[in-house]
């Protein structure tokens, strides 16, 4: 057997081997596969991190032995040697799991140098200050991503030193100055880890692969993989690449830049550079960097070159380029490149603009942005009137677009505190740094004093969609005394700011919003996705609000119109309750003739705003209990106002309490026992449309839903009631037409006997919140604790009420698709769970062969691209 390959050189793997190399490391190969100035290095597997994993968190020694083979390898390439004084290889040491978890891991620059190294480079490039400041960032970095000693401690040292010498910036700091820190920062470590810093370049090597591993399972990589789905067990690779360096002076430099602008999408080089420093400068947002356009002035040969880099690497790829690189004495290379993060709304001008630059075909572009993303295109905006009376107070970067209005907190765990006390939160900070993430996600927005279009904030930020302004340099925010002070304006913890993420500004106090508009590129995008996708789009509406919102996003009908809640409405409910409360049928009937007006008013509403789309209404399910009062205080409250004596009613309410109301006495099981409640339902939505088929002349085909059944049985018989009451009423009318009557697949039993059920159905529409509950025996409502212990500890990759178990409730309705098209093949199938707005379970209900999917109003859209990208997936 050929021996396992954990380590691959650059000029070995290609931009398909991300499982194996990472991102960083396959797109690092393909760099070099193309021609492209890469600084030459090799790559540790995630197999590596995995078996790492699997051994006790040790390096086994054949993976040592494939390391140090292909470090020689380096040494041969780049003529210098690990170690040695007179010309030194230098290192870094890069983190890159497939999918790209920025800022997450720690990256260590400049490894190789220690207290010899460190003047052999000194006399080799005729620059001590270069060597020794790149000896400190060894240190730092190492000692912080390492060793875990406190960055601030580092931070400390060189702060005071700073202000000892009077430097107002890094780069005046003397050589001797960088002397001074670098013993400091080597006695720290002493007095921190009982040890000297490790001066033997291999150990440093393996010690830095090794933390490189022990990072994926940082609380920041776990946080940021659970946000974003990724599994747990993928692991990360190391990049080892051989240094090049932007601080070697004025001719050296590094930077960062997009194909595109990753906020608006504008076809435009866009990024940042800092002359004279490395890597991570950019990114820390300590000094302010240039953009990428001044470039041209400082490097116009190398800038010329970087321009045809990245349009090269934007073809190659197909898609928007998000690049690192450094100059060094006026030579640039990459150290980077991937498919850049950006807004929805970039997202959508990009895939529609390359769609017609004839980069990429319609099929592709609706595949370029995540359906979860629309839901940015769908949050509201700050009123326009307000806005333009709004006091602003200064200006920032545009970070990441976007409207917030919050209150204002200084740090994560206060914004964390404040949110869930139902406070909105603006997270005001200096900067912001991996630790902030959780406070960031709970956040409206986030305001910062320093850092750039490319800091951690705006990255962060974009990424998640949220509203972002950085780089405010007029503003001073004190994290300590929790101030933030914009001219003599000074606010306090818990005052009202506003943020407009488009413009980069920041505003006095709160400002309403308003909803947004499909309308442009995004219209564009969706009319694609309509063309492409064979799976239909209905909606959850029960009123003509929320009917018509969800027509307005797209959708092609109801699949779920709940009954009960115009049940609860203030002037029916006292008649609700005369029913249930009522000693006889003939008691109950009229209680009924009282509701019957309200309910064919209701329906008649929701098939006005509908059209002549279909609409499903689901009769009465929940169980009545639910609409009479709980407490002893009510309930005298209630005797009083109904005039229904108080023990009457107490016994009542005693009778019909149930242990576990989900499986009491609910859905069908009513218009079993109570065939009134049926009758009256079904003669409103019959007169209902009867009345809307006349004054709108529209064609409407009811259809009629009968939940939770279980039993083929008991469909027919509410079915019975229902056809008698429906042709009665079509007797007494003078009028014929069409209607449906179908079930709700919601009791396991219903699923394993759908062959029995689909003789009384006409259409089956899938219940997967109750199926779920059902076949789990979860509770919807007690186990949400459970679920999310289940998620943390690995026993669940998703929550099953928001994406749905393929393997087991997902079989159940795969089953009962196929016994009920077996019975009647040209059974109507839908789903009408929360599932029915999630794109993983949209993706299986195209799989499976439903017809539609139906969710709530604000989900269409993002259902529409779902069903398409289905489609595609499911093309290939
Ligand atoms: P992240 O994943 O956080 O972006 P990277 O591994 O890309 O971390 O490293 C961050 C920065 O460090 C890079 O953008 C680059 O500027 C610098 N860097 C990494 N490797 C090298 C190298 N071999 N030579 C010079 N700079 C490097
Ligand atoms: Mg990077
Ligand atoms: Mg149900």
Known sequence: MEKKKFVYSFNEGSKDMKDLLGGKGANLAEMTKIGLPVPFGFTVTTEACNRYYEENQTIADDIVADIF??????????????????????????????????????????????????????????????????????????????????????????????????????????????????????????????????????????????????????????????????????GTAVNVQSMVFGNMGDTSGTGV?????????????????????????????????????????????????FTRISELLEKHYTDMQDMEFTVERNKLFMLQTR?????????????????????????????????????????????????????????????????????????????????????????????????????MVAAEGILTARGGMTSHAAVVARGMGKCCVS????????????????????????????????AGEVLKGQIKTVPPELSGDFGTIMQWADEIRTLKIRTNADNPRDAKQAVDFGAEGIGLCRTEHMFFEEERIPAVRRMILADSEEERREALSFLLPYQKSDFKGIYEAMGDRPVTIRLLDPPLHEFLPHTDEEIKQLSAQINVPYEKLAKKTEELHEFNPMLGHRGCRLAVTYPEIAEMQAEAIIMAAIEVRKEQGLDIVPEIMIPLVGLKKELADVKATVVQTVEKVMEREGVKFDYLIGTMIEIPRAALTADEIAEEAEFFSFGTNDLTQMTFGFSRDDTGQIIREYRDKGIFDDDPFQSIDQVGVGQLVKMAVEKGKATRPNIKLGICGEHGGDPKSIEFCHNIGLQYVSCSPFRVPIARLAAAQAAVKAEK
């Open 69 to 234: 083979e292909k470090l020689s390898d380096l040494e041969h390439v780049t003529g210098k040697q690990f170690g040695s004084v007179e010309n030194p290889l230098l290192v870094s040491v890069r983190s890159g799991a497939k999918i790209s978890m920025p800022g997450m891991m720690d990256t260590i620059l400049n490894l190789g140098l220690n207290d010899n190294t460190v003047e052999g480079l000194a006399k080799l490039t005729e620059n001590p200050r270069f060597a020794y400041d790149s000896y400190r960032r060894f240190i730092q970095m190492f000692g912080d991503v390492v060793m875990e000693i406190p960055k601030t401690k580092f931070d400390a040292i060189f702060d005071s030193k700073k202000e000892k010498e009077g430097c107002e910036f890094d780069v005046d700091l003397t050589t001797e100055h960088l002397q001074d820190i670098i013993v400091n920062y080597k006695k720290l470590v002493k007095e921190e880890m009982g040890r000297n810093f490790p001066q033997e370049p291999k150990d440093q090597l393996m010690e830095a692969v090794m933390a490189v591993f022990r990072s994926w399972n940082n609380e920041r990589a776990i946080l940021y993989r659970q946000l974003n789905d990724i599994p747990g067990s993928i």
């Open 339 to 439: 498919n850049g993060k950006r807004t929805a709304a970039a997202a959508v001008k990009i895939a529609v603009d390359m769609e017609k630059e004839g980069l990429i075909d319609k099929k592709t572009a609706v595949t370029r942005l995540e359906p979860a993303m629309i839901d940015q295109l769908l949050h509201p905006k700050f009123d326009d009137a307000e806005l333009a009376a709004a006091e602003r107070l200064t200006k920032g970067l545009p970070a990441s677009p976007g409207a917030a209005t919050g209150k204002i907190y200084f740090n994560a765990a206060d914004a964390v505190a404040a949110v869930e006390n139902g406070n909105p939160a603006v997270l005001v900070r200096l900067e912001t740094s991996p630790e902030d993430l959780a406070g």
């Open 257 to 305: 830049a997009f194909t595109r602008n990753p906020a608006n999408g504008e076809k435009k080089l866009f990024g940042e550079f800092l002359v004279n420093a490395q890597g991570e400068d950019v990114v820390a947002g300590i000094r302010t960097p240039q953009p990428i356009a001044e470039m041209a002035e400082a490097f116009p040969e190398v800038y010329k070159e």
């Open 471 to 502: 780089g405010c340099a007029e503003i001073k925010v004190d994290e300590e005394v929790k101030t933030l002070t914009i001219g003599s304006d000074v606010f306090k913890e818990g005052d009202y700011i506003s943020l407009d993420g488009t």
